[in-house]
C-alpha cells in the first residue's frame, strides 16, 4: 500500500525506516505497560499514587507528637491550598478537633471551591490523625480579593468535617482509609470522582 503512493526508491527506504522505528516504540511501550513502568490510566493517577505513598507514610498516632503533625501537614502541601495558616488541635466535648486558621482572606466567588478542597484535606487528615473527631478550617472573606484582618468578624468563615460527616459522604468510617497505602489511594480515587 504504501509503494502506491510513493514515486521513488529513497523516500520508501524513509517510510520504512519510520515504520520500523514505530513499530519499535509501540513494542517498547507495550513492555513497559505489561512490566507497570508506565502509569497505565492517566497521569493524574500516577500523582496521586505518589501522594497516598508520601503522605499516608506520615500516618500520625498520636496527638502530642506536634512535630509529626506538621511534617503531615507540610506533605499534604496545605500551604500551597490555603496559605499561610495556624493549627491548634484541642478536645473540645470529648472529640479532639484540629483546628486551622487561614491567614489570607478568599474571594467570596471563591468560597465554594476553597472549601471543597479543605473539605478533602480535612477527610485526609481524618484517615491519617486516627484520634481527631473533627477538622475545622476559619477564614477571611473578601468580595474584591483584598487582604482583610481577621479580627474582622462579620466576614469570617468558618467550616468543619468531623468523623460521621466524612463517613456519610465516603460510605464507610474514614478512619479506614488510614490503614495503608492502598486504602489511602482508594479515598483519593473516591474524592476525584466527586
Known amino acids: 500500500m504504501v509503494h502506491g503512493l510513493v514515486k521513488d526508491k529513497k523516500t520508501v527506504k524513509y517510510v520504512s525506516v519510520a515504520l ?18 508506565v502509569d497505565t490510566v492517566n497521569g493524574s493517577e500516577g500523582a496521586s499514587r505518589q501522594y497516598a505513598e508520601k503522605v499516608s507514610a506520615l500516618r500520625v498516632d498520636d496527638l502530642t507528637d506536634t512535630a509529626a503533625v506538621a511534617t503531615l501537614l507540610e506533605a499534604m502541601e496545605m500551604e500551597s491550598l490555603a496559605g499561610k495558616y495556624s493549627v491548634e488541635i484541642a478536645p473540645e466535648s470529648d ?20 472549601d471543597a478542597k479543605m473539605g478533602e484535606k480535612a477527610q485526609q487528615l481524618l484517615a491519617l490523625i486516627p484520634q481527631l473527631g473533627k477538622v475545622e478550617w476559619t477564614y477571611s472573606l473578601s468580595s474584591d480579593g483584598a487582604e482583610e484582618k481577621q479580627e474582622n468578624l462579620e466576614n469570617q468563615a468558618s467550616e468543619s468535617i468531623d468523623t460521621d460527616g466524612a ?10 482509609f488510614g490503614a495503608s497505602q492502598k486504602a489511602f489511594e482508594e479515598l483519593l480515587k473516591i474524592q476525584g470522582e466527586n
Open 95 to 114: 472529640v479532639y478537633t484540629l483546628s486551622l486558621v487561614v491567614e489570607k482572606s478568599v474571594k467570596a466567588d471563591n468560597k465554594a471551591s476553597f
Open 20 to 37: 520500523a522505528a514505530a513499530v519499535v516504540l509501540v513494542a517498547v511501550g507495550a513492555l513497559a505497560l505489561l512490566s507497570g513502568g
Open 167 to 176: 463517613g456519610k459522604l465516603l460510605g464507610r468510617d474514614v478512619r479506614e
